[in-house]
């Protein structure tokens, strides 16, 4: 859930998704979900030539699973509060193991 | 994780305190309350929902792009295309160009898809130059021979590659 | 909000180590290499994981492996690539 809730933090920035096909789509993130599929909205394809199939499209819905990386604008994420957000997730899901 | 957006507002509705009962809530220091985006935004079925009778770009994860009409989906992205065409893009030897090819109704496995884009229909089928359409025999074969020569170089670069210690993405697939 | 509903991230610091990604929590705001599938190399400060493995890291740069096609004998090159935060 960490990652879920992080991008829902950063709804309404620009990110640009890089695919594992090496599409990079820039575009306002719009919406995520608990797969981490991903909604842009007002995309661009850094390189049009090359990927001319998407010129005539708006918005896309990505699937999380081809997904290589997204960059993020570091402005818009607080570094300290997600590292402690980190470790609270990894005490929860330590905690399970131990119980299950 | 949920309180990793320290600004958000405090739960309010059934849940919160009756006014004028206890002491009234102090609020946080620091930036005003963000007022929370509705849940229901961030599921699987609310973006599809979207997407629903629009014409769509589909991308599938072996590089084929089909246009069609999503008339059904579910929660596990499985689509249903009606009137759905296969465009084919070569950019090769000097030449660009694109060619449709009729294929009807799909059912996609989820998957199978990597990427699901709207088209605008202001700018429908609008293909940047130097793009060409052509007949569907030349692009075919133009593409055919454009996947051969990436399957020679890419099993040599794979092998290379693979003496440094690295392993492919995809092994097996061909993707574009 | 709810704060002392479960260890603090202090508490959850001293816990030992007893499962290997215990060992990447104790890299959390430090400087790491990572390996990835389809030859490349990140190296970046580490701001975020989960069980997954999916990662955020800070000031980023990527070293890609790509092999030129040239009759040249093949020779292999790296990209490098930097981005201030990437998932």
Redesign the interface.
Known sequence: MLFFSFFKTLVNHQVTIELKNDISIRGTLKSVDQYLNIKLDDITVVEEMKYPHLSSVKNVFIRGSVVRYVHLPAAAVDTPLLEDATRREAAQTGAKAKQG | MERLNLSDAAPQGPGALPPGQGQPMMMPPGPPPVPQLPPQMFTTAAQLLDLTDKKLMVVLRDGRKLIGVLRSWDQFGNLVLQDTVERQFVHSEGKALWADIERGLFLVRGENVSLLGEIDLDKDDYIPEPFKEAPVEQVFALKKQEEAAKKGTGKRRNKKLAEHGFEGEHSGEAIL | ???DE??S?T???A?PV??P??MV?LS??EVVFVKL???RELQGRL?????HC?L?L?EVEETV???D?EEAG?E?RTVKKN?????
């Open positions: 909000m709810m704060a479960e260890p991230a508490t959850a610091d816990n007893n499962e990604l215990d929590r959390l705001s599938r389809g030859d701001h975020a994981y989960d069980n999916n955020v800070g492996y790509v092999v096609d093949d292999i981005s201030e935060m990437l998932f």
